[in-house]
């Protein structure tokens, strides 16, 4: 049975008037359930661009966004970011945390807005758990360390049970043997739990978990491919 397209991007085209700059040009692109997709580029490739439209971040200059085949491309802020909220799940370089809140609130932080909060506390709790981060639950993020809020800002991406998870970069800032750690740990929800991914990536290692990279130059892919994992990083970390 085929798998169903979770986000398609269609005759998509990004310009920034300002600057005169064709940031994307006729971007055709399928995000099926659990795919596991790497996208790649140099430094103003259009990566980052591309990953703002793929997240509902921004709106294209002409094409159109498909999510679950109801075309959004055209829906204003508010509605954009309900969608967010609901099907999307975020991992960022910087972790994003507040540094105000507990690593147990940070993972809330999605339903809080939406008012679930007393209903899925006990989830957040199972994910920090997941995330080997139970007894540091109420601690905030500048008492764990730099792969510590990586797993609270996965926990958080997952609060939802989002449709789609986005990783920019989400081992840039870590260390190489923290970095694999994290890899794994979206590895496996990927592999046992079907997740869906989009990894914005510069390092081959992080790409060689993917089962399709897509490599953007100059505002277009130029290539994409299947292929199996054979992973840089050898052996399981400690």
């Given at each position: 049975m085929p798998k169903e397209v979770v986000l398609e991007l269609r005759n998509v085209y990004k310009k920034y008037i300002v600057e005169k700059v064709d940031a994307l040009k006729d971007i055709n692109l399928k995000i099926h359930e659990s795919?596991?997709?790497?996208?790649?580029?140099?430094?103003?490739?259009?990566?980052?661009?591309?990953?703002?439209?793929?997240?509902l971040l921004d709106v294209p200059t002409s094409g159109k966004i498909f999510l679950d085949k109801k075309d959004v491309s055209?829906?204003?802020?508010?509605?954009?970011?309900?969608?967010?909220g609901k099907k999307l799940g975020f991992i960022f370089q910087m972790f994003n945390l507040v540094p105000t809140l507990t690593a147990l609130e940070n993972v809330m932080l999605p339903v809080i807005f939406q008012g679930k909060n007393s209903e899925?506390?006990?989830?957040?709790?199972?994910?920090?758990?997941?995330?080997?981060?139970k007894d540091r639950s109420n601690h905030l993020p500048r008492q764990?360390?730099?792969?510590?809020?990586?797993?609270?800002?996965?926990?958080r991406s997952l609060i939802n049970n989002p449709e789609l998870i986005l990783a920019d970069e989400p081992t840039g800032n870590l260390d190489s043997k923290t970095g694999k750690t994290i890899m794994e740990i979206l590895n496996e929800l990927h592999e046992k739990e079907g997740k869906t991914f989009v990894v914005i990536t510069h390092d081959p290692r992080i790409a060689e978990y993917a089962h399709e990279i897509v490599n953007i130059i100059d505002g277009q892919i130029v290539h994409d491919h299947k292929?199996?994992?054979?992973?840089?990083?050898?052996?399981?970390s400690s």
């Open positions: 795919d596991f997709i790497a996208i790649m580029g140099p430094s103003g490739s259009g990566k980052s661009t591309l990953m703002n439209l793929i997240g055209k829906l204003d802020e508010d509605k954009l970011a309900d969608l967010r899925m506390e006990g989830r957040a709790l199972m994910l920090l758990e997941k995330m080997g981060m764990l360390s730099g792969g510590e809020q990586q797993r609270v800002a996965i926990a292929m199996s994992k054979s992973f840089a990083w050898k052996g399981k």
